[in-house]
T-cell receptor
Framework: KQEVTQIPAALSVPEGENLVLNCSFTDSAIYNLQWFRQDPGKGLTSLLLIQSSQREQTSGRLNASLDKSSGRSTLYIAASQPGDSATYLCAVRTGANNLFFGTGTRLTVIP | NAGVTQTPKFQVLKTGQSMTLQCAQDMNHEYMSWYRQDPGMGLRLIHYSVGAGITDQGEVPNGYNVSRSTTEDFPLRLLSAAPSQTSVYFC???????????????FGQGTRLTVV
C-alpha cells in the first residue's frame, strides 16, 4: 500500500525566509503528485500538479519538484509571507480515482 | 464558478441516526470521490465513482453508501451513525484529460460531522 510521509509536521519561519517542505512516497508507480494548501476549517486548495513524466512545476513564488525514482517531492516557497501560513498537503495519484495523502506540514510565517 | 459544493457544512448526529451528505460539481467531471480527514491520519478514501451509475469502495467504506445517478451529484449516506464516524468529510472531482493524463483534483469545502 502506498504510504506518503511529510516532514516536518510543523515549521515556523520568519517572514521573508525561503523554505522547503518535503514529501516522500513508498511506491514510485504514480500518475501524478499534487500539492494542496489547507487553511484551518477550510477545504483543500490545489497549488501545483506534477505529472509523473515531469520534474518540476512553478507558480509564482512556489516551485515543486518530483523525483519519482527516489519517491520524493519538495515544495519550495520563496520569500515567505504571513499569508502563507497554512497546512500544506501532498498527495500522489495511483489510479483513476485514488489519491494517497500525507498528514501535512503546518507552516507558520512570523511577521 | 461554483466548482465542488458540499452541504451541510456542519452537522451533529446522535448515534444510530442516518443522514446524507450532499456533493455537487458543475465542471462535468467524470470522477468523483469522498474522503474523510481525521487528525494525524491524513485523508482517506471512502468511496469513488468513475461515472454515472458506477461506484466502488475505497479504503474505509464500512458504514457508508453512495450512488451516482447523474454526473453532477455524488451523495454519501451514513446508514447508522457511530461516534467513530466523527470526522471532516471532503468530496472531490477530477477527469481524465484527452492525453490520458489525470487532471488535478478539486475539493469541496468539507462537512464537519460530529456523532454523539
Amino acid at each position: 500500500k502506498q504510504e506518503v510521509t511529510q516532514i516536518p509536521a510543523a515549521l515556523s519561519v520568519p517572514e521573508g525566509e525561503n523554505l522547503v517542505l518535503n514529501c516522500s512516497f513508498t511506491d514510485s508507480a504514480i500518475y501524478n503528485l499534487q500539492w494542496f494548501r489547507q487553511d484551518p476549517g477550510k477545504g483543500l486548495t490545489s497549488l501545483l500538479l506534477i505529472q509523473s513524466s515531469q520534474r518540476e512545476q512553478t507558480s509564482g513564488r512556489l516551485n515543486a519538484s518530483l523525483d519519482k525514482s527516489s519517491g520524493r517531492s519538495t515544495l519550495y516557497i520563496a520569500a515567505s509571507q504571513p499569508g502563507d501560513s497554512a497546512t500544506y498537503l501532498c498527495a500522489v495519484r495511483t489510479g483513476a480515482n485514488n489519491l494517497f495523502f500525507g498528514t501535512g506540514t503546518r507552516l507558520t510565517v512570523i511577521p | 464558478n461554483a466548482g465542488v459544493t458540499q452541504t451541510p457544512k456542519f452537522q451533529v448526529l446522535k448515534t444510530g441516526q442516518s443522514m446524507t451528505l450532499q456533493c455537487a460539481q458543475d465542471m462535468n467531471h467524470e470522477y468523483m470521490s469522498w474522503y474523510r480527514q481525521d487528525p494525524g491520519m491524513g485523508l482517506r478514501l471512502i468511496h469513488y465513482s468513475v461515472g454515472a451509475g458506477i461506484t466502488d469502495q475505497g479504503e474505509v467504506p464500512n458504514g457508508y453508501n453512495v450512488s451516482r445517478s447523474t454526473t453532477e451529484d455524488f451523495p454519501l449516506r451514513l446508514l447508522s451513525a457511530a461516534p467513530s464516524q466523527t470526522s471532516v468529510y471532503f468530496c472531490a472531482s477530477s477527469y481524465p484529460s484527452s492525453t490520458g493524463l489525470y487532471t488535478e483534483a478539486f475539493f469541496g469545502q468539507g462537512t464537519r460531522l460530529t456523532v454523539v
